[in-house]
């Protein structure tokens, strides 16, 4: 019986030991704890109605880019895209467009961001951009008034466009 029980007592104490998550998981973990409570206080005070501008940028394309994504009482209802020097090569109607509520992911083929809320870009920060991973480099900061500003990863060797995450140049309350 004593066996038993033993065998028990180790297999209950592996288990929980294997099956928590650690503070270790994520890189940044106690800025990104300290950014998700600037977020949750923003979210309050903005009536969660709000715009943020994510960046981007192509060395394969020679180009870069701008999408606004706007939130009102946190459903995306807006999403705007412009190229910022696209080549010459571009047809006109993808350089600059919008999409309205109905409309939204409606281009799907372009580089715009996903049509995302913050509390959706915290989520993926939490559960996939901010883990930790073996070869690849991390990033987050919190340019944005402690708010999210870089959050991803690249691949260590990678040379053009290797960054998973996002880059928000802007966010600011309705």
Known sequence: ??????????????????????????????????????????????????????????????????????????????????????????????????ENENEINSHQNSFAASPLTLDEI???AENDWLIKRKNTTTYFETKNNGLISTCGYDTKGCMDDCFTGITIKSITSL
């Open 1 to 98: 019986m004593k066996k038993i029980i033993y065998f028990i007592s180790l297999l209950l104490i592996n288990i929980s030991l294997f099956s928590c998550s650690s503070d270790d998981d994520l890189n940044y973990q106690s800025d990104f704890e300290k950014s998700k409570n600037t977020w949750i206080d923003f979210k309050a005070s903005s009536n969660n109605s709000y715009q943020y501008v994510v960046t981007g940028s192509s060395f394969l394309i020679s180009s870069r880019w701008e999408t606004t994504i706007t939130i009102s009482n946190g459903v995306v209802i807006q999403r705007d895209f412009e190229y910022l020097g696209a080549p010459e090569y571009f047809p006109k109607a993808e350089l600059k467009w919008t």
């Open 122 to 124: 915290y989520a993926k």
